[in-house]
């Protein structure tokens, strides 16, 4: 008779995140829906239109026309009007700036625009909450000949754009306590300049103060930026300051103009070292060695002279850190599933960037079974053949006027923003830059306009229906520039290629999964919630050979668990639940190592392997004693009913 132990192997899908909670948050929106393919949600400006896309498309759109009422409403109402932009997309344009920081809920009528629907789809989306920052831009002499009067430009910083009316009524100026009107200069709604002229020298130091008032463009408390305006007849360094970007420039404000004709060499040294430098008014530009690195400390002489002919009252010392970051992007974090509650946010970190580059991939559910027989979740060998490009777009990372992006920042990325994820579908998120969105400070930059690019042809485009090169990832591009030799230099083209890309396999899905597989072929599958741990019922899960052909199927019971005989060697796992989907690979050398512990058992190749035990009372010489027999169910139903005679010797 052939019996053994239960030997476990187990296997358990890496979790890209984990969140362990029981308080229960209203979803973000409608449930996967086949006919929607993107929509609005997450933080979008004040400005946005809302946007929703349809699979296919749909029979009464008239690109330009617009939407007729009750198809799309909001919750709290929003002014505006809705319009097809194609066949498939309608997009809301607010006819006013909306709220800051206000949640609004979204609902489109698909019963009035798609055969057999019978629900609307919600999704929702924020408005950005709005914040201020001052920083002060300018501050000197209105002249060489008149600086006993000064002149500030100040930067006023919002997280949001607003209104320009807005920005200068709650934001108040003073000067020694008299309220000042500035000039106003507004760019792009985010950045405003306010320029405060004739400021006087005194007799003594002057507080010019600048007011963000608590309200609309600063909702939790007022904000309030002094600055020191120096006596007359007084002649000290204000400040200093370091720029990276485009290239490295220590920037030094003087109280009063320098003398324009004096040769300032050896007046400033930078770690024994001279620069090149430049006077303009009040200001002195020094131009360091643009291979510069670490922590360097600058010497200015008191010898330096304004345009009076006075010096210093004593020579000036300063610390500057040179970081200058090689421009990357790294995405935080491993594995590959992604709960899917309230969206689907990746955390990456970036460097030396004003932008990344998005690139999303869709590996179709029908064709995950043939994608794994090549690849582990997170692979993408022969992707091509499974998958195709759904998405790609620029993300600005330099709204926050408060990050010093020539370090090492951490963002996140709301996938929901850009594809309505398909539960049972794999999407692999790439990020990229290009050399016009980093800031690495090169020279000669200063000549050159980034603004301008140059008008290449989209290498995406029919890359994704050739049949030849599907071991490709990315479309092939020439670059006729690239010098291997400069790959690893951020100056030249060669440093932007494919290489400095990052991606990440995303399959959103709240199935976790543990399988046991003994000697023989039954396996034990336990699927559990990621979001809140509790075991999973009448989960289907079904077992495939590498083939594809299935070879076992089942249901788990209210303990989350099926035990299944597989027909064949097994490969491949699939649960469903509903529209989620979890899947695992099963063949040999994707078990976790279980080296640190003996789990080689022992198998009985002939008889009964049994444990002889008996109770602790009743041991007393010439009393009766019972005996047990503790053995493998699988054995008491084969050898039972039975006599058992044991022998003492």
Not at 166 to 194: A, Q
Request: proline share 6%; glycine share 8%; charged share 25%.
């Amino acid at each position: 008779m052939k019996s053994s132990f239960f030997r476990a192997i187990f296997l358990l899908i890496i979790i890209f995140f984990s969140a362990c909670h029981s308080d229960k948050k209203e979803a973000a929106h409608s449930p996967f829906h086949p006919a929607i393919s993107a929509f609005t949600s997450g933080q979008i400006s004040v400005k946005s239109s809302v946007m929703v896309e349809f699979t296919s498309p749909v029979n009464q759109a008239v690109p330009g026309r617009s939407v007729k009422d009750g198809i799309i409403s909001f919750s709290p109402s929003i002014k505006g009007e809705a319009v097809w932009a194609d066949d498939r997309t309608i997009v809301f344009k607010p006819s006013e700036l909306l709220p800051s920081g206000k949640k609004f809920k979204t609902e489109i009528a698909l019963q009035r625009l798609l055969p057999d629907e019978k629900e609307p789809f919600f999704f929702t989306f924020q408005t950005i909450q709005q914040n201020a920052w001052l920083s002060p831009e300018n501050i000197g002499p209105l002249s060489v000949s008149d600086y006993k009067k000064y002149q500030a430009a100040i930067k006023v910083a919002l997280a949001d754009v607003a209104n320009n009316k807005l920005v200068e009524t709650n934001v108040k100026v003073k000067y020694n306590g008299d309220p000042r009107e500035p000039e106003w200069f507004h760019s792009d709604g985010r950045n405003h300049i306010l320029i405060v002229n004739d400021i006087t020298r005194g007799e003594n130091e002057g507080i010019l103060s600048v007011t963000v008032k608590e309200g609309p463009l600063s909702p939790d408390e007022e904000q309030n930026l002094k600055i020191s305006i120096p006596p007359a007849n007084t002649f000290k360094i204000l400040s200093s300051r370091l720029e990276t970007s485009p290239r490295k420039v220590i920037t030094i404000a003087f109280s009063d103009p320098l003398d324009p004709g004096q040769d300032i060499s050896g007046l400033f040294r930078l770690s024994g070292q001279d620069m090149n430098w430049n006077i303009d008014n009040n200001l002195v530009e020094l131009y360091p060695d643009e291979d510069i690195t670490g922590e360097k400390t600058l010497i200015i002489s008191e010898d330096v002279k304004n345009v009076s002919g006075r010096k210093l009252s004593g020579r000036g010392e300063f610390t500057f850190s040179f970081s200058s970051e090689k421009p990357a992007v790294e995405i935080i974090g491993d594995g590959t599933v992604m709960p899917y509650s309230d969206g689907l946010f990746m955390p990456f970190r970036a460097v030396s960037l004003n932008a990344v580059r998005v690139r999303i991939i869709k590996i179709y559910e029908h064709n995950i079974g043939h994608f794994l027989q090549v690849n582990q979740l997170g692979g993408e060998n022969q992707l091509k053949r499974s998958g195709r490009l759904v998405h790609k777009q620029r993300i600005e990372i330099n709204t926050d006027p408060t990050l010093d992006l020539t370090k090492w920042n951490t963002f996140s990325l709301d996938l929901s923003r850009f594809i309505q994820p398909d539960p049972g579908a794999i999407y692999r998120v790439e990020l990229g830059f290009e050399k016009s969105d980093a800031i690495y400070p090169c020279a000669g930059d200063d000549q050159e306009d980034n603004s301008v690019q140059t008008d290449h042809p989209d290498p995406e485009e029919g890359f994704w229906d050739e049949t030849d090169n599907y071991y490709s990832v990315y479309p092939y591009r020439y670059n006729p520039d690239y010098r291997w030799s400069e790959r690893n230099n951020p100056c030249s083209d060669s440093y932007y290629t494919s290489d400095r890309r990052v991606a990440r396999n995303v399959l959103a899905s709240n199935l976790g999964l543990l399988v046991k597989g003994g000697t023989g072929n039954e396996l034990l599958v336990t699927v559990n919630d990621l979001i809140s741990s509790e075991p999973l019922a009448n989960v289907e899960v079904e077992i495939f050979n590498l083939q594809m052909v299935k070879i076992g199927e089942g249901t788990t019971n209210k303990e989350g668990q099926a035990s299944i005989t597989a027909d064949g060697v097994p490969f491949l796992l699939i649960a469903r639940d509903g529209k989620q989907r979890g899947y695992l690979r099963l063949d040999d050398g994707q078990a976790l190592a279980l080296d640190r512990f003996d789990v080689s058992g022992e198998t009985v190749k002939e008889g009964l392997r049994g444990f002889i035990f008996r109770g602790t009372r009743g041991m007393e010489t010439g009393r009766l004693t019972f005996l047990s027999l503790l053995c493998p169910s699988k054995a008491r139903r084969e050898h039972f009913p039975q006599i058992i005679r044991l022998r003492l010797s």
